[in-house]
């Protein structure tokens, strides 16, 4: 609680008004703030989406090697799939709202299962994007007749490392939001019914 500025806030509205302001109040607060965080998460998916299409497709095209080109169009095919499926899970959650308490949480408890979905769905990308990019890498590695250095070796496995950790790191600081998510909203849900 005392990390939770959210929290302090309905607890302090809570404490200083009637039972009713402060239910209006934290409903207002919590809505507001998960609004926020949906909208904020959708424009990444997006921004991702608009750099790394044309980039992806730019290279497919330029390419001068059978897999190179192959893993440069299906990484183009994972991002446009991965914006529709976004934009799939996040259709009429964004733009809703709620009149009545029961609105409330009926839309707050959908939020929650779409954030959840996007997380799951979150972790089937970055494997499929992990599977092409090591056969793209190998294929760049092993699979010409050119040389390649220790350096360029240990930097392209290097990178996919520290690519796949962030993307891990990311999805389970996503993982632990939205259960602390969950955790305010149960709390909120048993103060308003």
Request: contains cysteine.
């Amino acid at each position: 609680m005392e990390n939770d500025p959210e929290l302090k806030a309905w607890a302090s509205d809570w404490q200083s008004g009637s039972e009713r302001e402060s239910s209006v109040e934290a409903i207002r607060l919590y809505a507001h703030g998960r609004n926020r965080f949906m909208w904020k998460w959708v424009l990444a998916e997006l921004s991702v989406g608009v750099v790394a299409l044309p980039l992806l497709v730019y290279m497919s095209w330029m390419a001068t090697d059978a897999v190179e080109r192959w893993a440069m169009a299906l990484l183009a095919l994972i991002t446009i799939a991965a914006m529709c499926v976004g934009w799939w899970n996040w259709r009429g959650a964004l733009m809703a709202s709620a009149n009545t308490t029961a609105e409330f949480v009926s839309l707050s408890t959908e939020r929650l299962r779409r954030m959840r979905q996007a997380w799951r769905i979150g972790w089937i990308v970055l494997l499929a994007e992990v599977a092409v990019f090591v056969v793209w890498i190998w294929n760049h590695l092993y699979g010409r007749r050119v040389p390649h250095t220790p350096l360029e070796e240990r930097f392209a496995w290097g990178w996919l490392a520290a690519m796949t950790l962030s993307a891990v790191i990311f999805l389970l600081w996503m993982d632990r939001r939205i259960r602390r998510d969950v955790e305010k909203f149960d709390a909120l849900k048993r103060e308003l019914l």
